[in-house]
Structures are given as structure tokens and as C-alpha cells.
Nanobody, 125 residues
Framework: QSQLVESGGGLVQPGGSLRLSCTAS????????IGWFRQAPGKEREGVSC????????YVADSLKGRFAISRDNAKNTVYLQMNNLKPEDTAVYYC??????????????????WGQGTQVTVSS
């Protein structure tokens, strides 16, 4: 059974850092575009970042450039989202999602085939 599992969320103070992990089981991540999305209470889900199949394309939302970065470790079948200088407005549930064979990063959530269960990130003093 193919599934994605996110981890690494938690409570962090403003200005702190977290690294989220998205680990796949049942399939090889390298052949998939992996996207990160987030959803805060009362808000729509928004795209955060993406790394395409074979790392051809990378995407980070304009508002997050300079603070967030995405990377892939094929040996661990895992994609990471490094988040630095976190702000209270980054508080949300973060999800990773997989799109098979996408050379360019899909920007819409409905283009992704399956999703992880999400991990909570709370930025608060």
C-alpha cells in the first residue's frame, strides 16, 4: 500500500526553525513530484513548495522564499521542508502530496494523487 507520512512538526518560538519530513512507503519518491501544502484554521489550503520528479523543477511560494527550502534524499525515500525564521502566521497543518511522473511542479492541490495525514506546526511564544 502506497502512503506518505509527514513528521517533524511541533511547537516552536518565532524566529525558530523546523524541518518537516515526508517519507514514502510502497513506492519510490524519486519518480514523483512532491508538494507541500498548508492549511491554517479558517483558511484555504495553500501551496508551499514542490520538488518535481527527478528534481527537474523546484518551487517555493513567493512569500516564503528565503525562509523555506525543499530537498530530497532518495536513499531515505524522503522529501524535506526546511523552515527557518518561522512566524506566527506560519502556524498550520502541513501536508505533503505526491504526483506521479510530473517533471514540472503541479501548482494545484487537485493535481496530486495522494496525500499524507498532515503534521501540525505551531509558532508561538
Amino acid at each position: 500500500q502506497s502512503q506518505l507520512v509527514e513528521s517533524g512538526g511541533g511547537l516552536v518560538q518565532p524566529g525558530g526553525s523546523l524541518r518537516l519530513s515526508c517519507t514514502a512507503s510502497g513506492f519510490t519518491l524519486d519518480y514523483y513530484a512532491i508538494g507541500w501544502f498548508r492549511q491554517a484554521p479558517g483558511k484555504e489550503r495553500e501551496g508551499v513548495s514542490c520538488i518535481s520528479s527527478r528534481d527537474v523543477d523546484l518551487y517555493v511560494a513567493d512569500s516564503l522564499k528565503g525562509r523555506f527550502a525543499i530537498s530530497r534524499d532518495n536513499a531515505k525515500n524522503t522529501v524535506y521542508l526546511q523552515m527557518n525564521n518561522l512566524k506566527p502566521e506560519d502556524t498550520a497543518v502541513y501536508y505533503c502530496a505526491a504526483c506521479p511522473g510530473a517533471i514540472l511542479c503541479p501548482r494545484r492541490a487537485n493535481e496530486y494523487e495522494f496525500w499524507g495525514q498532515g503534521t501540525q506546526v505551531t509558532v508561538s511564544s
